[in-house]
T-cell receptor, first 113, second 111 residues
C-alpha cells in the first residue's frame, strides 16, 4: 500500500497563475483533508471532505477550491496564486471524520513569486 | 490567543536523556489528544492517541493528559538520535470537530 500520495512534490508559480494539487489514498478511507503548514502557525485546515460527495471549509479556505473526485482522490486548486499561499501543503485521510487517526501524505512545497 | 499553545523550541538533548514535551489548551471541550511526529521534509505520523484523561505508554513513549489543568505531555525515555524530529500535539472535541494542532516542538537528540 502506498498510503497517501501527493503530486507534485515541488512547484514554483508566479502570482496569478493557477494550479491543482493532487492527492490519492489507497486505504479505502471515507474522509480526506487538505492542510497548509507555515512556520509559527502549525498545521491549519483548508478544506475537508467527510465522505465522498461532500466538502466543507476549514479554518483558512480563502483562495482555494477543492474537488472530491471519488472516494480515493481529493484535489486542491489555487485559481489565482498569491505570495501568501507560499507554504507546504499536506493531504491526509482517515476512516471517519476528525477523531479517527489521520494519515498524511509527504507534502507539496509551493512557492509563489 | 491560540487554542493550543506549544513551545516551538528548538530543544537539544544528549542521547539517553528523558525528554518532556508539552502543550496547553484553552478549549475545555477537547477530549481526544494526539501526538504526531514529523521528520524533516516528511508528513506527520501519529505517535500516540489518548482519549480523555490519564496516561498511555507505548515502549519508550508515555502520553499524559491532565484535563483539570488543560495540559498534555509526551515523555520520551532513553532518547535516541532517531527521535530527532518535530513533535506536534493535536486535539479535538467529540465527533464532528476538526483537529487543532500545536505549532510543533523541534527536538534534536545528540549522539
Amino acid at each position: 500500500n502506498a498510503g497517501v500520495t501527493q503530486t507534485p512534490k515541488f512547484q514554483v508559480l508566479k502570482t496569478g497563475q493557477s494550479m491543482t494539487l493532487q492527492c490519492a489514498q489507497d486505504m479505502n478511507h471515507n474522509s480526506m483533508y487538505w492542510y497548509r503548514q507555515d512556520p509559527g502557525m502549525g498545521l491549519r485546515l483548508i478544506y475537508y471532505s467527510a465522505s465522498e460527495g461532500t466538502t466543507d471549509k476549514g479554518e483558512v479556505p480563502n483562495g482555494y477550491n477543492v474537488s472530491r473526485l471519488n472516494k480515493r482522490e481529493f484535489s486542491l486548486r489555487l485559481e489565482s496564486a498569491a505570495p501568501s499561499q507560499t507554504s507546504v501543503y499536506f493531504c491526509a485521510s482517515s476512516e471517519s471524520p476528525y477523531t479517527d487517526t489521520q494519515y498524511f501524505g509527504p507534502g507539496t512545497r509551493l512557492t509563489v513569486l | 490567543q491560540k487554542e493550543v499553545e506549544q513551545d516551538p523550541g528548538p530543544l537539544s538533548v544528549p542521547e539517553g536523556a528523558i525528554v518532556s514535551l508539552n502543550c496547553t489548551y484553552s478549549n475545555s471541550a477537547f477530549q481526544y489528544f494526539m501526538w504526531y511526529r514529523q521528520y524533516s521534509r516528511k508528513g506527520p505520523e501519529l505517535l500516540m492517541y489518548t482519549y480523555s484523561s490519564g496516561n498511555k505508554e507505548d515502549g519508550r513513549f508515555t502520553a499524559q493528559v491532565d484535563k483539570s489543568s488543560k495540559y498534555i505531555s509526551l515523555f520520551i525515555r532513553d532518547s535516541q538520535p532517531s527521535d530527532s524530529a518535530t513533535y506536534l500535539c493535536a486535539m479535538s472535541a467529540p465527533s464532528g470537530s476538526r483537529l487543532t494542532f500545536g505549532e510543533g516542538t523541534q527536538l534534536t537528540v545528540n549522539p
